[in-house]
């Protein structure tokens, strides 16, 4: 049997950066589905808004990953051998950019939000919803000429619209919450350290990684302005956002376990919002995150994640009681 000749270069060039994305995108989906299993699992009782979020998010990203696969199929399946067919985009259009536009819209209007609920600085929420809309923008307009066109067209002032302003933005909620971690320290008592670092490393993590794919986006397609390796990285930007959103609200299952760091916290936090000293209780006995009824001597301090507005879960609410329960 005669070997079969070996793949150009120049087809090298543009296979891999598909099919390597196209992997990671779809490992990332993987992950995303056990996020999403942990929270329809632990949290039944949010809001439904906040359920509704969740649950959209996981639809359009499965969407966007089934897509992934009829683009891969289309190429390296079907049109094996037809070099033709790799100059266009088919779905790609709308997969990666259009669908990715909608969801890092969606996560990062949330992350406004949260900072919203804990500094109350409007200026601030301003500026990062703002931002967040324009990289949306340039990240549908990207993708609609590209669309229109049928094959890789990139607008260069499209891509800075949509890699610039989504790096500003995850720059701007990681130094948010690491502002609100300063103030708070300032603040608080060494109760609340451990939870609000828990808190603010994870959003700082999480957004550092998506500005530092946003920003190799860009230094890809600008080192390699006739190539498309910046498919690699844009392409998992979407998964990125959505692991991260749903992240976030598992967190919550910390602070359910922890209730003396969640009671705590949210004293810091009103503290911050309002300006004023935090106001910390007498803890002589604490019982565990369950529905059990207190005292009339007894109060109750909403977690974390009530304070965000994310609804009454099961177990989101820790009593604190100055004397012994008669549950």
């Known amino acids: 049997m005669a070997s079969l000749p070996s793949a150009p270069p120049e087809v090298i060039k543009h296979t891999a950066p598909l099919l390597f994305g196209f992997l990671a995108n779809w ?17 039944p009782d949010d809001k439904r808004t906040v359920k509704a979020l969740a649950y959209f998010v996981f639809l359009l990203e499965t969407v966007q990953t089934i897509m992934t696969g009829a683009d891969t199929y289309y190429w390296f399946i079907e049109g094996y051998g037809v070099l033709e067919r790799l100059q266009e985009s088919h779905l790609t259009p709308i997969d990666i950019p259009l669908i990715e536009a909608v969801i890092s819209l969606i996560v990062q209007e949330y992350f406004c939000y949260r900072i919203w609920t804990l500094t109350r600085n409007p200026w601030l929420c301003i500026a990062i919803g703002t931002i967040a809309i324009v990289q949306f923008i340039g990240c549908f307009w990207g993708g609609m000429a590209s669309l229109v066109v049928g094959k890789y067209i ?51 993590e999480t957004n550092a990684l ?70 910390f209780a007498h803890f002589s006995q604490v019982h565990p995150p369950t529905r059990a009824k207190t005292t009339d001597e007894g109060f109750k301090l909403r977690s974390i994640p009530n304070r965000m507005g994310l609804g009454e879960s099961k177990g989101d609410e820790a009593s604190i009681s100055s004397g012994p329960s008669n549950s």
């Open 27 to 43: 490992w990332l989906h993987g992950v995303l589905c056990v996020q999403t299993y942990v929270y329809s699992y632990n949290f």
């Open 154 to 204: 990139v607008s260069k002032v499209a891509l800075y619209l949509w890699t610039i302003p989504s790096a500003a933005v995850d720059i701007l909620i990681a130094g948010s919450m690491i502002y609100l971690l300063r103030r708070v320290r300032d603040q608080g008592s060494r109760f609340s350290n451990h939870a609000l670092v828990r808190v603010v490393r994870l959003v700082v």
């Open 210 to 279: 998506t500005a530092g794919v946003a920003i190799g986006s860009l230094t890809l397609f600008l080192s390699f302005p006739n190539e498309i390796y910046y498919v690699f990285t844009s392409g998992i930007i979407g998964k990125l956002y959505s692991n991260a959103l749903l992240v976030s609200l598992n967190n919550r299952i910390y602070f359910r376990d922890h209730p003396i760091a969640a009671t705590v916290i949210v004293d810091s936090e009103h503290a911050v919002s309002s300006d004023q000293s935090p106001r």
